[in-house]
C-alpha cells in the first residue's frame, strides 16, 4: 500500500504521547482527526495545540481514515479497537501491549476487512529528533514508515514476528519500568525495617547513583505510574505466554498501583512513594 502524502488519519486517542505523535504527522503535512466525544478538557485543548480536526465520534473518524493510529493505556487498547469495529483501512496499534494482546486486536480488526499493522514508541513524546522510535511490524509496515520519515518520530521496521513490534516494547520496557519498581519496592523494604538510613549510607559507597536513580523512579511513578499498571501485567502476560517466570512484573504492576498521583511541594518523591507502598499494603 502506497499512502500519499494527504490521507487523512484518524488518532485515537490524544494524550500527552497521542497529541505529539500527531503533531508530528500534522507538521509532515497530513490531516489527522480525532474525536473529542467522552474526552476531557485537556485533551481538546491538546489537539486543538496538535493541529487535529475534530469530527465528533469515533465511528465518523472510521468512516473519514484511510489509516488509523491507536495511542492509548495499554488496559483501553482492545476498548479503542472496538470503537471503530467495521474499519476497513490501515489500523496501526502502538500500544504497550503484549504480542497475544495485539494478536487479539488484530483479529478484532481484520475480521471485518480492516488491515493491521503492529507498533511500539519507546522513548518520551516526541518533540525534537533522536529521542523517540517508532517500532513497526506485520506486512504493510512500510507505510506507517513513510508517514513518519523525517519527523521526530523516528519509525523502525522490526523483521521477523508479525507482532515484533509489541515484543520489543515488552522486553524494553521489562527492564526500564520493572527495574523502576524493584528499585522503589528496595527503597521501601528499608524504610519499612527502619535501615533507611543504612541503606543510603552503602548506596553512597558502593552504588553512588542509586539514590538519585530512585528518586527519579518516584518522580515517574507519582506523575504516570497509574498508566504502568496496564503495562507491566502486558508485560507478565507476554513473559508467561514465552514460558518465563511472570511475577517480577506481576510485582511490579502492585507497585505502581499502590503509587500516589501526587506528593507534597518540596516533599521528595521518594518519601511519598514509599510511604503508600507500606501505608496500602492489603
Request: glycine share 10%; charged share 20%; proline share 6%.
Amino acid at each position: 500500500m502506497d499512502t500519499p502524502k494527504t490521507t487523512a488519519i484518524g488518532l485515537l486517542h490524544p494524550g500527552e504521547m497521542g497529541a505529539a505523535v500527531g503533531r508530528c504527522l500534522t507538521n509532515a503535512g497530513h490531516t489527522v482527526l480525532w474525536a473529542s466525544e467522552g474526552r476531557r478538557t485537556e485533551t481538546t485543548t491538546r489537539a486543538k495545540a496538535a493541529g487535529l480536526i475534530d469530527v465528533g465520534n469515533a465511528r465518523e473518524m472510521a468512516q473519514n481514515s484511510a489509516v488509523i493510529l491507536s495511542v492509548c493505556p495499554p488496559h483501553a487498547a482492545l476498548d479503542v479497537a472496538w470503537a471503530v469495529h467495521g474499519f476497513t483501512g490501515l489500523y496501526v496499534d502502538a500500544n504497550a501491549i503484549s504480542p497475544g494482546t495485539a494478536r487479539e486486536v488484530a483479529q478484532l480488526i481484520i475480521s471485518n476487512g480492516g488491515r493491521y499493522v503492529d507498533g511500539g514508541i519507546i522513548g518520551p513524546p516526541p518533540v525534537e529528533p533522536g529521542n523517540t522510535r517508532l517500532y513497526l511490524s506485520g506486512d504493510e509496515a512500510q507505510a506507517i514508515h513513510d508517514l513518519f520519515d523525517g519527523t521526530p518520530l523516528e519509525p523502525r521496521i522490526t523483521e521477523g514476528a508479525a507482532m515484533g513490534a509489541s515484543a520489543v516494547k515488552m522486553a524494553y520496557a521489562s527492564w526500564t519500568k520493572g527495574s523502576a519498581a524493584l528499585l522503589l519496592a528496595a527503597r521501601a523494604l528499608a524504610q519499612a525495617e527502619h535501615v533507611e538510613e543504612a541503606l543510603l549510607a552503602e548506596w553512597e559507597l558502593s552504588q553512588p547513583h542509586l539514590a538519585a536513580q530512585a528518586e527519579r523512579s518516584a518522580q515517574a511513578a507519582v506523575a504516570k505510574g497509574w498508566r504502568w499498571v496496564g503495562e507491566m501485567e502486558e508485560i507478565a502476560l507476554c513473559m508467561g505466554q514465552a514460558g518465563l517466570p511472570d511475577g517480577f512484573h506481576q510485582a511490579a504492576a502492585e507497585i505502581f498501583r499502590r503509587c500516589p498521583r501526587s506528593s507534597d511541594a518540596g516533599e521528595p518523591a521518594t518519601a511519598a512513594v514509599t510511604a503508600a507502598l507500606i501505608d496500602n499494603a492489603p
